[in-house]
């Protein structure tokens, strides 16, 4: 069965500071997708990276880095120096052939000036 | 460059009411769309996807149904609607790959409210 489980619901962090959004999911594929996703107040999703499970190499795009390890099946996501302006939903979701597209349940991250 | 639309942005319907919501993709041929819900404060709710004309698989079953009458139209419709049926309604396309679905790119969203 697919699974992904964001356990965080709500994260509030001060400005400046770094937080980590975790994101563990469960499938029995050995090829797949792993996503992040932000919705902001504004309601439309954006679509943060794509990652294939065949490539456990990090990411590091300006503020924001991903860690994927097949290992604890987990692929997290890590704001740096957090801004107002990240303050949103953030999404983990999962593909792979012959499934639907999962979505976690979504984690809320406040960002206090 | 690929777009996808979604209207009406809002919408406010009373109960009993029929609902039509209408998405349409530019920029690509033969994409996966799929309509979604999200409940205020509440995570993605999938209601429908297609892989082609005419082809509609429903995750949840409701008073809701959804039809793809050309390859880049989704619709989303209802005879009646119930109080449940508010929320933001959200359209996505994607492709894929013999591995599973690439990225999802959502529409704006159409927020709906029954009274």
């Known amino acids: 069965a697919q699974k992904v489980t964001q356990a965080q619901t709500e994260i509030s962090v001060v400005e400046k500071e770094d937080v980590t959004l975790d994101c563990v999911y469960e499938?029995?594929?050995?090829?797949?997708?792993l996503f992040w996703y932000k919705q902001p107040p504004s309601g439309e999703l954006v679509f943060l990276i794509r990652r294939n499970s065949f490539d456990e190499q990090n990411e590091i795009s300006g503020r924001y880095s991903w860690n994927f390890q097949k290992s604890t099946s987990s692929f997290n996501f890590t704001i740096t120096a957090s801004q107002v302006v990240d303050s949103a939903v953030y999404f983990c979701a999962l593909s792979s052939i012959g499934n639907q597209f999962y979505f976690g349940t979504g984690t809320s991250l406040t960002v206090i000036p | 460059s690929q777009t996808i639309h979604q209207w009406p942005a809002t919408l406010v319907q009373p109960v009993g009411s029929p609902l039509s919501l209408e998405c349409t993709v530019e920029g690509t041929s033969n994409p996966n769309l799929y309509w979604y819900r999200q409940a205020a404060g509440r995570g993605l709710q999938l209601l429908f996807y297609s892989v082609g004309i005419g082809q509609i698989s429903s995750e949840v079953p409701q008073n809701l149904s959804a039809s793809r009458p050309q390859d880049r139209q989704f619709i989303l419709s209802s005879k009646k609607l119930l109080l449940s049926d508010s929320g933001f309604y959200l359209c996505a396309w994607s492709t894929s790959d013999r591995w599973g679905d690439y990225e999802q790119y959502f529409g704006p969203g159409t927020r709906l409210t029954v009274t």
């Open positions: 499938t029995r594929d050995t090829t797949y997708y």
